[in-house]
């Protein structure tokens, strides 16, 4: 506190301004949030929440709420509760759209769970780039979207990498940590893995460093640079590669970050949410692609950069741009609960030079059908289905912590 004195009036204690309280639902992903925590530095306090507990957030003064996936039942409802007391909320995207992930992940909608930001449940939604927050808006976000960039890729955008030679020779394969959600999709990405293989073996000049996820290695009798890397950034392998190969991963943004040549491996021909300038969707693709992707011609290195552009905000650091976000939303929250109005976001916060206006989400039983639980439309049926979901689930809850309780006792009654 600072003590000012006035003339005629004595001396005045004026409040320094507190630091604002973040309250931050995750278990681990801290990667996307600690730029930011440094960017704000001694402005806030960012405490981690692994118990997602509702009634802490209404119960303890907090600025902001901030997660990394909305989805989780736990973070809905600690979202629900800071809407409740007027505290804003904000979710950072945490990688990329890919087509698999959200119409055939069993995670969300397709297998009975909620869409994946369809709608958002926070107030907000950090977007990494204009090409996410268009899709997005056009499933009824338009005025929760802010474009900021990746803060977790800052690192990597900020640091200097030697141009790749040409023509090159080192080429990295890799997969996404999770390149399949069922073994039909499985059977699939093995099949273009193992062509890629067989290719690759045919050509000696080529150097392979394959950094693939766990248990790819094995099948494929290839060396995995995964395991020697286990802790260190991808950046690192970058920097010795002069091209790459992935499946749909965030990985494509950070290869196109660093100037390397990106090819998307995918069998399933899916939508792509984001472009690239070469794909490999069937074997007869190899010989085409793989040449040319380790000499590549200007005209597609030109379409590459507008096609990073396009998916990841890139134009100075992104960590900065969340920071003022979250100032901004925390600001605007402490304003509207000092007047007693509810809570009010203007769109488009960060002035991003482009409008998302978007539109209504579609019915989640024409983007999911066959899922009984999106075929009913009657709110009342669906409330009350819910009600007793949850009583169910704290019932769970109470027996399994009763459980793990007699576990702790009889241990230590055995000693």
């Known amino acids: 506190m600072d003590l000012n004195a006035e003339a005629g009036d004595g001396p005045k204690i004026v409040a320094s301004p ?23 530095g001694d402005a806030a306090e960012f405490v981690y929440d692994e118990a997602w507990d509702p009634e802490t957030v209404a119960r303890e003064r907090v600025d902001l709420i901030l997660c990394v996936n909305d989805y989780p039942y736990d973070v809905a409802r600690c979202l629900d509760a800071a809407r409740a007391e007027g505290i804003p909320s904000l979710v950072l995207q945490d990688g990329i759209l890919e087509w698999r992930c959200q119409y055939a992940n069993p995670l969300f909608g397709a297998g009975g769970g909620a869409p994946q930001h369809q709608p958002v449940l926070a107030d907000k939604i950090a977007c990494i780039g204009p090409s996410s927050a ?18 977790k890729l800052d690192a990597i955008a900020g640091t200097s990498h030697s ?25 699939v990405i093995d099949r273009s893995l193992v ?9 000696p000049d080529i150097e392979v460093v394959w950094r693939v996820t766990r248990g790819l290695s094995e099948k494929l009798g290839v060396s995995n640079r995964l395991k020697d890397l286990e802790t260190a950034e991808l950046s690192t392998v970058l920097a010795e590669v002069d091209a790459v190969v992935t499946t749909p991963s965030t990985a494509i943004l950070e290869a196109m970050l660093v100037g390397r040549p990106v090819a998307v491996l995918d069998y399933h021909n899916s939508p792509r949410f984001v472009q690239t300038a070469w ?9 085409e692609v793989l040449p040319e992707l ?21 134009e100075g650091a992104a ?5 003022r976000l979250i100032e901004e939303m925390a600001r605007r929250g402490a304003e509207c609960r000092e007047r007693g109005d509810s809570l009010r976001l203007p769109a488009n916060m960060l002035r991003f030079p482009e409008a998302f206006g978007g539109g209504a989400l579609p019915p989640l039983q024409s983007l999911y059908p066959g899922v009984p639980v999106f075929s009913t439309s009657d709110p009342e049926s669906l409330q009350v289905r819910l009600a007793r979901l949850e009583k169910d689930l704290q019932s769970l809850r109470r027996g399994d912590l009763a459980t793990r309780v007699g576990r702790g006792l009889r241990r230590l009654v055995s000693k």
């Open 18 to 40: 507190r630091p604002l309280l973040v309250r931050c639902l995750l278990r681990d992903q801290r990667a996307h949030v600690e730029p930011v925590e440094r960017q704000l």
């Open 134 to 151: 268009r899709h997005m808006a056009s499933w009824g976000n338009g005025t929760r979207i802010e474009v900021t960039g990746m803060p």
């Open 163 to 187: 141009a790749p030679r040409r023509p090159g020779r080192r080429l990295l394969v890799m997969t996404a940590k999770k390149p399949w959600y069922d073994e039909a999709q499985r059977a």
């Open 195 to 203: 062509d890629l293989r067989s290719f690759l073996e045919s050509r």
């Open 279 to 287: 794909t490999i969707s069937s074997p007869h693709h190899l010989g």
């Open 294 to 314: 380790l000499d590549p011609p200007e005209s597609k290195m030109l379409f590459q950069r507008a096609c990073l552009s396009d998916n990841l905000w890139c």
């Open 319 to 323: 960590a900065p741009r969340v920071a």
